[in-house]
Nanobody, 122 residues
Framework: QLQASGGGLVQAGGSLRLSCTAS????????MGWFRQAPGKEREFVAA???????YYADLVKGRFTISRDNAKNTVYLQMNSLKPDDTAVYYC??????????????????WGQGTQVTVSS
C-alpha cells in the first residue's frame, strides 16, 4: 500500500516536496516512480528511482525535480523546484518489485498510491 502526501497550492517559481510511504518490508528493493495526470491529459511519467538509487527523469522536469528515497522510512520523495503552471496535476506514486534498469513502463508497476493534487498558480 502506498500513501502519497505533500501536494498543495503554490505560486509559480515555488517549491513543494511530495512524499510517498509504502507498507511492507521489501521497500529497499522496490523500483519507485512518480507520475502525474492533468485534467484532460493522459498520465505521464515524471521520475523514478531504482534499488541502486539510480534516478530517471522526464525531460520536462530535469533540473527542477529531484527524486530520492529513505529506505529506513519506507519513503520516496519528489522535491519539486521552480514550479510552473504546467506542472499542475494529480501526482501519483507507484511501486514495482521488478529489478529494472531504465524507465519502467507504467503498465509494469504493481502498486499505485491514491494521488495528491499539486496546483501551481501563475
Amino acid at each position: 500500500q502506498l500513501q502519497a502526501s505533500g501536494g498543495g497550492l503554490v505560486q509559480a517559481g515555488g517549491s513543494l516536496r511530495l512524499s510517498c510511504t509504502a507498507s511492507g518490508r521489501t521497500f529497499s528493493t522496490r523500483y519507485m516512480g512518480w507520475f502525474r495526470q492533468a485534467p484532460g491529459k493522459e498520465r505521464e511519467f515524471v521520475a523514478a528511482i531504482d534499488w541502486r538509487v539510480t534516478t530517471y527523469y522526464a525531460d520536462l522536469v530535469k533540473g527542477r525535480f529531484t527524486i530520492s528515497r529513505d529506505n529506513a522510512k519506507n519513503t520516496v520523495y519528489l522535491q519539486m523546484n521552480s514550479l510552473k503552471p504546467d506542472d499542475t496535476a494529480v501526482y501519483y506514486c507507484a511501486a514495482s518489485s521488478r529489478a529494472y534498469s531504465g524507465i519502467l513502463p507504467a503498465s509494469l508497476y504493481d502498486y499505485w498510491g491514491q494521488g495528491t493534487q499539486v496546483t501551481v498558480s501563475s
